[in-house]
C-alpha cells in the first residue's frame, strides 16, 4: 500500500495545524485575550498546552506571514489617498521586568466598494525619520492629524497634505472659555462643510467634487479670514484654549483646503483613526509585547486581522486558507491573497 505525503505546513514540526493558528491569532488580535487566557480556554476543552508555547507558535506564524504583511503595504501605497496616524504601545524591557513606551505606526487606504486595508508598522520610536520612511516616494494625498513630520514634507511638496478638520473642530469644541459667539460660529462653518460632505457621498463621485469646490472652498476661506482677524485683533489671554484653537487653524491655512481637491479623499482622518482603535481595546487585556520582535509580529497580525474585519470577512477563515496556500503561491502574486481580493474569489 502506498502512502501519501503529507502537505507540507506553514510551520514546519509545529504541533498546531493552520486551523488551530488561525484560531489562535483572531483570539489575540481581534478578540484581545492574552495568551494565558487563550491556554485557559483551550485547557477547558482537554487541550493541555502552556501560554509559552502558544505565544511561540503566534510568533512563528507572524513571521510566516510578513511576505503578506509586505505585500498589504504595498497595494495600501500604491492607493491615491492615504491615511496615516500612530500610537502608543508598551514593550517590555529585556532583563527589567518593565515596560517602555513603542509606537504602532498605522497607514490605511479605502478600497472602493470593498472596505478599508490598514498595515501597521511598529517602532520605539515616534521621530520624524518613521515618517519619512514610510511616505518615501509617495506622491498622492496623504490625511493625517498635525503632526509636524507630515506638515515638514509637504512643505517639500513631496504630497499633498489633507490635515484633518475633526481635529480643527475639537479645538473649538474644547475652547470653552473663549469668546462663545465666535467660537460657535467657526463651529456652525465646520458643520456646514460637513453637510455638504454627507450630501457628497450620497451623490455621484463629480458632483461631490462640484460640491466640494464651488461651495466648500468658499466657507473655508470665509473661516479663515474670521479665525485670521479673530486673531490678529482683540484681546486674547496667550495660553488660553480659545488661543491655542485660533493658531492651530491658522497655521494650517494652505492645506485646509487640499481634500477639495479630490472626489475620493476624506474630510477627516477618521478612516485610519478608526482601524487603530482595537490596538487601545487590545493593550489593556495582552499589556504589552515581549519585544521588538513581539512588537513586528504584532504588527503583521493586526494588520492582517484588521483588514479582514473593515472588508467584511471572517479572519478566522481567511487566514486558515491563505496559510495553507502561501507555500505554493507565487511570490510575485501575493496581493492575490490580500483580504479585499480574498473576498472576490
Known amino acids: 500500500m502506498r502512502m501519501t505525503e503529507a502537505p507540507e505546513r506553514l510551520l514546519s514540526r509545529c504541533k498546531a495545524d493552520e486551523s488551530l493558528l488561525a484560531q489562535l491569532i483572531v483570539q489575540k488580535y481581534g478578540d484581545h485575550l492574552p495568551v494565558y487566557r487563550i491556554a485557559e480556554i483551550l485547557g477547558r476543552d482537554g ?27 504595498q497595494e495600501i501605497m500604491s492607493q491615491t489617498h492615504l491615511y496615516m496616524d500612530e500610537t502608543t504601545i508598551e514593550e517590555l524591557a529585556p532583563g527589567t521586568g518593565k515596560t517602555k513606551q513603542s509606537f504602532l505606526w498605522a497607514r490605511s ?73 465666535f467660537r460657535e460660529e467657526i463651529l456652525r462653518m465646520i ?7 454627507r450630501r457628497g457621498w450620497e451623490s455621484s463621485p463629480d458632483e461631490r467634487l462640484r460640491l466640494r469646490q464651488e461651495e466648500a472652498i468658499p466657507i473655508i476661506d470665509s473661516l479663515l479670514a474670521k479665525v485670521k482677524d479673530r486673531l490678529e485683533t482683540g484681546s486674547l ?22 481634500y477639495c481637491r ?41 494588520s492582517l486581522v484588521q483588514s479582514c474585519r473593515s472588508c467584511g470577512l471572517n479572519p478566522r477563515e481567511y487566514l486558515e486558507d491563505v496559510m495553507r496556500r502561501l507555500l505554493d503561491h507565487p511570490a510575485n502574486a501575493l496581493r492575490d491573497l ?4 480574498w473576498g472576490q474569489r
Open 47 to 73: 487541550m493541555d498546552v502552556s501560554a509559552p508555547t502558544l505565544g511561540n507558535w503566534i510568533q512563528r506564524a507572524g513571521g510566516a506571514l510578513a511576505p503578506l504583511h509586505n505585500a498589504l503595504e
Open 191 to 197: 458643520g456646514q462643510l460637513y453637510d455638504l460632505e
Open 237 to 258: 489671554l496667550p495660553k488660553s484654549k480659545f488661543r491655542e484653537a485660533l493658531g492651530y487653524t491658522l497655521s494650517l491655512a494652505g492645506y485646509l483646503r487640499n
Open 109 to 181: 487606504a479605502e478600497i472602493a466598494d470593498r472596505g478599508v486595508l490598514t498595515v501597521f508598522r511598529y517602532a520605539d520610536n515616534r521621530r520624524h525619520q518613521m515618517a519619512e520612511e514610510m511616505l518615501q516616494g509617495y506622491g498622492g494625498f496623504v490625511h493625517s492629524d498635525k503632526y509636524a513630520a507630515y506638515q515638514r514634507l509637504a512643505e517639500q511638496k513631496a504630497f499633498t497634505w489633507c490635515p484633518c478638520w475633526a481635529h480643527v473642530r475639537r479645538k473649538f469644541v474644547e475652547a470653552e472659555g473663549g469668546d462663545p459667539p
Open 262 to 302: 479630490s472626489h475620493e479623499g476624506r474630510i477627516d482622518n477618521n478612516v485610519v483613526e478608526r482601524a487603530i482603535r482595537p490596538v487601545a481595546i487590545g493593550r489593556n487585556h495582552w499589556l504589552f509585547v515581549g519585544g521588538p520582535s513581539a512588537g513586528q509580529v504584532a504588527a503583521i497580525l493586526l
Open 338 to 341: 490580500l483580504p479585499h481580493r
